[in-house]
């Protein structure tokens, strides 16, 4: 079992930047791929971003590429999501995921199997 509790959220002006956090706790953690997801008012979850175990691979959701940076310290058991030049459409939930497997990076909320309880991230225009 995976514990992940996410922090960083916030209200921020468009253009801005936030760094996003997720402390996981349980079991191992430097085993687990981990990615970010989110969820705005009446839509789908959709994926963000994935890194693996290693931290040696990475991917993007097209809409946050060249923006978003997704990254690990297994030493703290975190993973962070660097979001820079935010835009008003970037507003919503984001969610923490863990993988059970360490092989390959997930895309979709079905890969993943453990989940934090959400940051919000309000981008004003």
């Known amino acids: 079992q995976v514990q992940l509790v996410e922090s960083g959220g916030g209200l921020v002006q468009a253009g801005g930047s936030l760094r996003l956090s997720c402390a996981a706790s349980?079991?191992?953690?430097?085993?687990?791929?981990m990615g970010w997801f989110r969820q705005a008012p009446g839509k789908e979850r959709e994926f963000v971003a994935a890194i693996s175990w290693h931290g040696g691979s990475t991917y993007y959701a097209d809409s946050v590429k060249g923006r978003f940076t997704i990254s690990r310290d297994n030493a703290k058991n975190t993973v962070y999501l660097q979001m820079n030049s935010l835009k008003p459409e970037d507003t919503a939930v984001y969610y923490c995921?863990?993988?059970?497997?360490?092989?390959?990076?997930?895309?979709?909320?079905?890969?993943?199997?453990?989940w934090g309880q959400g940051t919000q991230v309000t981008v004003s225009s």
């Open positions: 349980g079991r191992t953690f430097s085993s687990n791929a």
């Open positions: 995921a863990a993988r059970r497997t360490f092989v390959g990076l997930g895309v979709t909320p079905n890969q993943y199997d453990y």
